[in-house]
């Protein structure tokens, strides 16, 4: 998956709980993204990273934080987990510049119970 | 609202056919575009990128954007079993870093 690392693969939480997925790159690339997939539709922009120490919402920010001090990982952090944050998420990674491809991760399937 | 719509399917094909998936978007300052296979329980790879008006081949692969009408297209010649995935259309605005997806439209080639 393109020197992208998620981990874990799955994981099951219960309301309330909070976890961090983790998300790691050997590429180099300056630009990191959050998406999720909800069953049988697109990607949701979560939250991105043009750099280390900039981060920035995206389409469905509410419920997760990140933090980008490395150029290498963005971790997603869920507070109190929700039924609502049931999905599977991508991290996905870009070099910022000229056609500016993303590749993705192999995703974290997460569950909330 | 930047919107990408598809058709969810799925699609059936027979082997051997030419498939044909569809997108519009929403926002004309739309100009980059991308072609996303998803395989069950997979990620989504690139298949397929278009910048301008006109068709874009690579090897069975076929990408035709048409910003007038904001549609853009993928066609799959000789379609194979193996093809059987959903195909995510993306747009990126302008030169920004950020992409909107469609929902996807399944894809499936009987043998």
């Known amino acids: 998956n393109a020197g992208v690392t998620q981990t874990p693969k799955f994981r099951i939480l219960k309301i309330g709980q909070s976890m961090t997925l983790q998300c790691a790159q050997d590429?180099?690339?300056?630009?990191m993204y959050w998406y999720r997939q909800d069953p049988g539709m697109g990607l949701k922009l979560i939250y991105y990273?043009?750099?280390?120490?900039?981060?920035d919402k995206g389409e469905v920010p509410n419920g997760y934080n990140v933090s980008r001090s490395t150029t290498e990982d963005f971790p997603l952090r869920l507070e109190l987990a929700a039924p609502s944050q049931t999905s599977v998420y991508f991290c996905?990674?870009?070099?910022?510049?000229?056609?500016?491809?993303?590749?993705f991760g192999a995703g974290t399937r997460l569950s909330v119970l | 609202q930047k919107e990408v719509e598809q058709n969810s399917g799925p699609l059936s094909v027979p082997e051997g056919a030419i498939a044909s998936l569809n997108c519009t978007y929403s926002?004309?300052?739309?100009?980059?575009f991308f072609w996303y296979r998803q395989y069950s329980g997979k990620s989504p790879e690139l298949i397929m990128s278009i910048y301008s008006n006109g068709d874009k081949e690579d090897g069975r692969f076929t990408a035709q954007l048409n910003k007038a009408s904001q549609y853009v297209s993928l066609l799959i010649r000789d379609s194979q079993p193996s093809d059987s995935a959903t195909y995510l259309c993306?747009?990126?605005?302008?030169?920004?870093?950020?992409?909107?997806f469609g929902g996807g439209t399944r894809l499936m080639v009987k043998p």
């Open positions: 926002d004309r300052g739309s100009q980059s």
């Open positions: 590429m180099n690339h300056n630009y």
């Open positions: 990273s043009v750099g280390a120490g900039i981060t």
């Open positions: 993306a747009a990126r605005l302008g030169a920004g870093n950020m992409l909107t």
């Open positions: 996905a990674i870009s070099d910022g510049w000229g056609k500016n491809i993303q590749y």
